[in-house]
């Protein structure tokens, strides 16, 4: 079975512009999760989606939204894209909620994002 | 906000010793979880603990869920040098988002053959 999936893997972008990131979950996941990984640290939470609903947030500014679509897909998006948005952007899936698991997320591989 | 504690930050070892890290926390929580990281790749999660005093075998991997609910442990025995990467360690908070893990910074493991 295939794991989660992210496009693009790498793309570079400059300040000021906007990008989209896309994330398919592993097939029966419902929970769709975002994290920004900046070098030498670890992932750090932006959003949750669960059923088409965000179901938390992290401590990022307005620039950034998602949206998950009825096949559970998600896409992250990031507007007026700053020097310190550089970083590595991963999804992680998992069952989602009334699951006695559902804190085991199953990550992809990221789409790096180098903001010029 | 939370914030993990994850030691040590790097260690050089040789290959066949054992490895032991830890993660302290300054909340509780009710799930914690050890994530392996590969340059250029995401994280895979190795074990999950969800009981406080567990203790979870996987593999040459042992890891345990401290009493307090505000720490835990990852052993490594007889280290393979395909044991290089980067460990994290992952809190999750009741009530909070399912999807809202807090990690470390991670530990950097080198293995010399």
């Known amino acids: 079975d295939a794991g989660v999936t992210q496009s693009p893997t790498h793309l570079i972008k400059t300040r000021g512009q906007q990008v989209t990131l896309r994330c398919s979950p592993i097939s029966g996941h419902k929970s769709v999760s975002w994290y920004q990984q900046v070098l030498g640290q670890g992932p750090q939470f932006i959003f949750q989606y669960y059923e088409k609903e965000e179901r938390g947030r992290g401590n990022f500014p307005d620039r950034f939204s998602a949206r998950q679509f009825p096949n559970y897909s998600s896409e992250l998006n990031v507007n007026a894209l700053l020097l310190g948005d550089s970083a590595l952007y991963l999804c992680a899936s998992s069952l989602g909620r009334g699951f006695s698991n559902t804190g085991e997320l199953f990550f992809g591989e990221g789409s790096r994002l180098t903001v010029l | 906000g939370q914030q993990l504690n994850q030691s040590p930050q790097s260690m050089f070892i040789q290959e066949g010793e054992d490895v032991s890290m830890n993660c302290t926390s300054s909340?509780?929580?009710?799930?914690w979880l050890w994530y392996k990281q590969d340059p250029g790749e995401g994280p895979v999660l190795l074990i999950a603990?969800?009981?406080?005093?567990e203790l979870t075998s996987n593999g040459r991997l042992t890891a345990q869920f401290g009493i307090t609910r505000k720490d835990s442990f990852l052993n490594i025995s007889a280290s393979i040098p395909s044991d290089v990467g980067i460990y994290f360690c992952?809190?999750?908070?009741?009530?909070?988002?399912?999807?809202?893990?807090?990690f470390g910074k991670g530990t950097k493991l080198s293995v010399k053959p």
């Open positions: 992952a809190g999750q908070n009741y009530g909070g988002s399912q999807g809202n893990l807090i």
């Open positions: 909340s509780i929580f009710n799930t």
């Open positions: 603990l969800y009981k406080a005093g």
